[in-house]
């Protein structure tokens, strides 16, 4: 009885999870370049039960040698393994700032993404689709939070003023002839990279990404006035967190079930008269 006690807590527990994912994928419903979260579930490893017996072996003296009946496989539980990203193109939305920029995704190998490439604080490049930057007071190209924008040559992109233009090939041209290349990474395989808590993503060894420019297996262009959206589908989310709410309501009213059961047992068919 009291393995069901487990394994209805680590059912809860798993959508506990999934909901906390979904939650925070609504959250960054309108964050640019947001790429929403999929929740990926998993049973523990199975348990062989056998029962433990004696087979008698019909013969003169008697002899009885022990004998271990399958009775099936077991699953204990379930856990929810991993959070993922789902790197699809988001929707456009132009906003006519000269300093927000959207990546476009022209052809790209499966499985693989293209993306902005920003400096650290800790001097280590980051990775994001969100192109919402801006100008700071040394007027350096930066992220929402600060992060310096990079140029193809990892160095930061500095202008003498917001008006400047940049071509589809991510060519920047400043209004006094400052010239530069926005930073463009291209992971392989977008799926190894690891998101962080402010929303940017890093390489799993902290190794800068290839440059994006001059592959032939990869056609992007870089749109300028333009943000990328999150690609959170907002209804199906929804949909998803009232799953996961029924799935939590129907593991709590089985583990009230077993509670009942065990106040039977306790106060009923083991009282002592």
Known sequence: ?????????????????????????MANANTPGFKADQSSMRAFPEMLMQQFGKKDIPVGDGLSLPENQVIGPLNTGVYMQEAIPKFLQGDLQETEKKTDLALIDANMPAGSSVFFAVQ???????????????????????????????????????L???????????????????????????????????????????????????????????????????????????????????TAYRAFEANQKVLQAYDKSMEKAANEIGRVN
């Open 120 to 158: 650290h604080p800790n001097g280590e490049t980051r990775y994001t689709r969100n192109g919402n930057f801006t100008l700071d007071a040394q007027g350096y190209l930066t992220a929402g939070n600060g992060f310096y924008v990079l140029n193809d040559s990892g160095k930061p992109i500095q």
């Open 160 to 242: 003498s003023s917001d008006q400047f233009t940049v071509s589809d090939t991510g060519e920047v041209t400043g209004q006094n002839g400052e010239r530069a290349r926005i930073g463009i990474g291209f992971a392989t395989n977008a799926l190894r990279m690891v998101k962080q808590d402010d929303g940017f993503y890093r390489t799993e060894n902290g190794t800068p990404l290839a440059s994006a420019y001059g592959r032939q297996d990869v056609r992007f262009k870089t749109q300028q006035g333009f943000l990328e959206r999150s690609n959170v589908d907002a209804s199906r989310t929804m949909t998803d967190m009232l």
């Open 1 to 25: 009885m009291f393995k069901g006690f487990y394994t209805v807590a680590s059912g809860m527990l798993a959508q506990q999870r999934r909901t906390e994912m979904l939650t925070n994928n």
